[in-house]
């Protein structure tokens, strides 16, 4: 049997699951702490700690709501500006080839956090995809979210 080395991990798998509540909530006061790349008066970017493919963002408003039709038109204009915001930061620095950009609203629909509305921009490369996922149930992501942060928050200035 092949063995894929991944150390730093150790760090994710040992860890007791929290119960911080919203994580976007929890995010919009401890920026630090949570991979926020920026924040706006109404929104908050923030690297997903779950990432589907590396660079995978997250865009949540600051108000708690699960829905888009509980976003005010202001609220909906300032996620769709940090969505470009986030866009050309992963364009400067991960240089990716497409994007897959979405809301999943409700479980049935995807969503893992259904109480606080988000929007998904997942970076793509072709051949991003390989055989880990189907046989092993795993995905390999290259590069840490503390480096990616830092050079996503770099990227901004």
């Known amino acids: ?6 150390p730093w991990r150790i760090n994710y798998v040992g860890k007791k699951k929290s119960r911080i509540g919203c994580i976007f909530c929890h995010a919009k ?6 991979y926020v790349i920026f924040k706006t008066e109404k929104s908050i970017c923030l690297l997903n700690i779950y990432p589907y493919n590396n660079g995978h963002i997250l865009i949540a408003p600051l108000r708690h709501f699960g829905d888009i039709s509980s976003a005010s038109g202001e609220e909906v204009l300032d996620m769709f500006s940090c969505l470009k915001r986030a866009k050309a930061l992963l364009e400067k620095v991960l240089k990716p080839q497409g994007y897959n950009i979405g809301l999943n609203l409700s479980r049935p629909a995807g969503a893992g956090i259904t109480g606080h509305l988000h929007i998904h921009i997942v970076p793509r490369w072709v ?5 880990m996922p189907v046989v092993s149930k795993a995905r390999v992501i290259s590069q840490s979210l503390d480096e990616l942060a830092k050079l996503l928050k770099n990227a901004d200035k």
């Not at 049997?1 to 991944?6: F, K, N, T, V, Y």
């Not at 006061?29 to 949570?34: I, Q, V, Y």
């Not at 051949?127 to 055989?131: K, V």
């Open 1 to 6: 049997m092949d063995r894929l080395w991944a």
């Open 29 to 34: 006061k401890n920026s630090a702490r949570d």
């Open 127 to 131: 051949g991003d995809t390989n055989f």
